[in-house]
């Protein structure tokens, strides 16, 4: 086992900070059950880490940090039924790879594949596509390593309600030791991405939601562009990469090291954010690439930021993004970062953002560094005012009350917790106050 002492653990954006007692990265289920029984013996508090690209501070602990880091890759393929078991310390980058050399791909993906699929699956992680779910509505089974040292089966067939609970749980069930993933046969994607007005998107959202498999848009601040995203299937037989040059220099250069010198001189200067956010727009390059589906999903994102997301019913985007509008040109709010707006299909999952409706998510983002408190809280107040639901993996400030009435399930959710983890093993200040 990999054991590393009383060093500061950071999250990804710097929102979190925290001393673990100890970072153990079991090499075998073996020890991690073992790691796990003793922690609950012992009467020690556990956290678990995925790739801690959380804002929230879910993962923050003075105690014992396990990562599954050691415990990635594919277990086993069923190809009649299109599923594979795959350990949940695995990274989405490197479970796309060796999907690919099985012929098969995840149907969706967020922006990023650094995550760990539990991890990414823990905090309702989704993509975007009208008919595509998050990416908790991927997986069939999960193996659950309970507070009691148990390792425990649920999905649709066995332990159902524990099933629904698990899908998105936030590492406070226990340690989702592996996973059952339905997959797709291996694709290719054509991606388009260009700078468009954002009056015209609006003007046709419905029909650019439903004509393309996944469609996205980013609108810049105290502007009238956007840099809207396209990716649909292509018949074409998988073979090399058919990316260009232009298009890596776009991503890397233009989107990063470009980024990150606007980002610094808004940071410096708050007050050049509105020219920097229409300089930022006028550098949206139309650029088209194809590839394999998840070499598309995903954008190197080397510019940090904070950021809050919400889920808000898909009929309230307009009036949502015209309330956004209205308050950052009224109030000269000082941001150059793009507001990301997306869509995902309904499901059933208990503590999903998405629960029982066609959902849009809209994000807003600030570059570390700059203030964001004020920001954030008033796209809150927009976002609540119309049934909003936080990504819980994004920065939000909602107490449990407030939660509780978002989420139907939510009294069954903090249920099925109590049983399974009556002392709190898996729990942290942060999760005590919003759930125990
Ligand atoms: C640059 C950036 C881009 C992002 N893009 C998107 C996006 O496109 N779409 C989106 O929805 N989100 C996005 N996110 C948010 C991100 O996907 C989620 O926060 C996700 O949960 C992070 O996964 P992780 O592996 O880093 O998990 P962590 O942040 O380390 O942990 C998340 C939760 O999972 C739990 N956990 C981790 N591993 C296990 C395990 N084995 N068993 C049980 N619980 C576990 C943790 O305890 C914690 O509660 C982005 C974040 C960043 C920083």
């Known amino acids: 086992m990999d054991i590393t002492r009383n060093k500061i653990w950071r999250n990804w954006s710097g929102s979190v900070a925290c001393r673990p007692r100890a970072l153990m990265k079991p090499q075998t289920i073996d020890e991690l059950t073992e790691l796990v029984g003793r922690c609950g013996s012992e009467g020690r508090r556990v956290r678990i880490v995925g790739a801690g690209h959380s804002f929230t501070p879910l993962v923050q602990t003075d105690d014992i940090l396990i990562s599954l880091e050691h415990l990635q890759g594919i277990e086993q393929v069923d190809r009649e039924r299109n599923r594979v078991t795959v350990l949940g310390g695995t990274q989405l980058k490197r479970l796309g790879e060796e999907l690919l050399t099985e012929g098969l791909a995840q149907e969706n993906l967020g922006d990023i594949d650094v995550q760990s699929i539990a991890g990414a699956i823990s905090t309702g992680t989704h993509g975007t596509g009208v008919n595509f779910g998050t990416l908790s509505t991927q997986i069939e089974g999960i193996t659950l390593l309970t507070a009691s040292g148990e390792l425990l089966e649920c999905s649709p067939e066995q332990n159902s309600e524990l099933f629904k609970a698990a899908q998105v749980s936030l590492g406070m069930l226990g340690v989702i030791v592996k996973v059952v993933l339905r997959v797709v046969p291996a694709h290719q994607l054509h991606f388009q991405s260009r700078r468009e007005h954002i009056s015209d998107i609006l003007a046709s959202?419905?029909?650019?939601?439903?004509?393309?498999?996944?469609?996205?848009?980013?609108?810049?601040?105290?502007?009238?562009?956007?840099?809207?995203?396209?990716?649909?299937?292509?018949?074409?037989?998988?073979?090399?990469?058919?990316?260009?040059?232009?298009?890596?220099?776009?991503?890397?250069?233009?989107?990063?090291?470009?980024?990150?010198?606007?980002?610094?001189?808004?940071?410096?200067?708050?007050?050049?954010?509105?020219?920097?956010?229409?300089?930022?727009?006028?550098?949206?390059?139309?650029?088209?690439?194809?590839?394999?589906?998840?070499?598309?999903?995903?954008?190197?994102?080397?510019?940090?930021?904070?950021?809050?997301?919400?889920?808000?019913?898909?009929?309230?985007?307009?009036?949502?993004?015209?309330?956004?509008?209205?308050?950052?040109?009224?109030?000269?709010?000082?941001?150059?970062?793009?507001?990301?707006?997306?869509?995902?299909?309904?499901?059933?999952?208990?503590?999903?953002?998405?629960?029982?409706?066609?959902?849009?998510?809209?994000?807003?983002?600030?570059?570390?560094?700059?203030?964001?408190?004020?920001?954030?809280?008033?796209?809150?107040?927009?976002?609540?005012?119309?049934?909003?639901?936080?990504?819980?993996?994004?920065?939000?400030?909602?107490?449990?009350?407030?939660?509780?009435?978002?989420?139907?399930?939510?009294?069954?959710?903090?249920?099925?917790?109590?049983?399974?983890?009556?002392?709190?093993?898996?729990?942290?200040?942060?999760?005590?106050?919003?759930?125990?």
């Open 205 to 436: 959202l419905d029909e650019r939601k439903q004509e393309n498999n996944h469609f996205e848009f980013f609108w810049f601040p105290h502007t009238e562009w956007v840099q809207a995203k396209y990716l649909n299937e292509v018949e074409a037989v998988p073979q090399e990469r058919k990316s260009t040059f232009w298009n890596d220099l776009n991503k890397v250069v233009l989107e990063n090291g470009v980024y990150w010198l606007i980002s610094e001189s808004c940071r410096v200067a708050p007050g050049l954010s509105s020219a920097m956010s229409n300089v930022s727009a006028f550098g949206v390059a139309s650029i088209e690439e194809t590839d394999y589906s998840h070499r598309l999903f995903a954008t190197p994102r080397m510019v940090r930021f904070q950021e809050m997301e919400y889920n808000i019913p898909a009929e309230h985007l307009k009036i949502v993004l015209a309330e956004l509008r209205n308050y950052i040109e009224r109030r000269k709010i000082r941001v150059h970062f793009p507001i990301e707006c997306r869509f995902v299909h309904s499901d059933d999952i208990w503590l999903s953002p998405a629960y029982q409706r066609d959902s849009a998510y809209v994000a807003v983002h600030m570059y570390r560094g700059m203030p964001y408190q004020d920001y954030f809280e008033h796209a809150e107040e927009i976002f609540k005012r119309y049934d909003g639901r936080p990504h819980w993996g994004k920065m939000h400030n909602l107490a449990a009350d407030e939660l509780a009435r978002r989420y139907p399930r939510w009294h069954d959710f903090r249920r099925i917790r109590a049983e399974l983890d009556p002392n709190g093993l898996f729990m942290n200040d942060y999760l005590r106050q919003l759930f125990a």
